[in-house]
């Protein structure tokens, strides 16, 4: 049973460039959560998808987009990338939004330098 | 808002010993859900123990076990012998629990913690 599998692992950009970073959930769930862990910080959410629409977002700006696949895997956008921008991106996934005692499983993250 | 505050940034213990982790949250909801998740260098986060906030009796997950203080918003972790593997970033986190399991967490700033042999 394959868990939740981000690419790639590791990612270097200069200001001003996009990136994309994909999410494959866990076999059986239709949801994905996108957090952003900056060094020595815990994860901030950033969005949710669940059934190609975005359903809850967290306090980042536009430049942070997404999208979600028939398939529930998803990519993660940001435009014009800033130093801060810096840091691991971790996705999450879950199954239905209304099940109380599921859990989200995460993957090991993408690493993201911005130069 | 909620927020969730690990006061501890490092504590350190020797192999086989107890140690606990401090958490404590701030929310006005009456149902919700407290986790502790381990980050282990992989960077991975790995679930380790769940407290729904409606159940008085504290979760344990072998020689993982919380200690729930709904009316004080503590939500401590007690590692039991611990073993070396068990070294790792731990965090505290809360979910609001009437949006189901795929509702956000809130992260604490988590604890880093040492195994010494």
């Known amino acids: 049973d394959a868990g939740v599998t981000q690419s790639p692992t590791h990612l270097i950009k200069t200001r001003g460039q996009q990136v994309t970073l994909r999410c494959s959930p866990k076999?059986?769930?239709?949801?994905v959560s996108w957090y952003q862990q900056a060094l020595g910080q815990g994860p901030q959410f950033i969005f949710q998808y669940y059934e190609e629409e975005e359903r809850q977002r967290g306090n980042f700006p536009d430049r942070f987009s997404g999208h979600q696949f028939p398939n529930y895997s998803s990519e993660l956008n940001v435009n014009a990338l800033l130093l801060g921008d810096s840091a691991l991106y971790l996705c999450a996934s879950s199954l239905g939004l209304a099940l109380a005692k599921n859990i989200q499983y995460f993957g090991a993250g993408t690493r993201l330098s911005v130069l | 808002a909620q927020t969730v505050t690990q006061s501890q940034p490092e504590m350190s213990v020797q192999e086989a010993e107890t140690v606990t982790l401090s958490c404590t949250y701030d929310t006005s909801e009456s149902d919700y859900y407290l986790f502790w998740y381990k980050q282990p260098p992989s960077r991975q986060m790995i679930l380790v123990i769940r407290q729904e906030a409606y159940k008085q009796q504290n979760a344990t997950e072998n020689r993982f076990s919380v200690n729930f203080q709904k009316a004080a918003k503590s939500f401590s972790l007690k590692i039991s012998d611990s073993q070396l593997g068990d070294a790792a970033m731990y965090f505290c986190a809360y979910r609001r629990g009437r949006q189901g399991g795929s509702e956000k967490l809130v992260f604490g700033k988590g604890t880093k913690l040492t195994v010494n042999p």
């Open positions: 076999s059986g769930h239709d949801t």
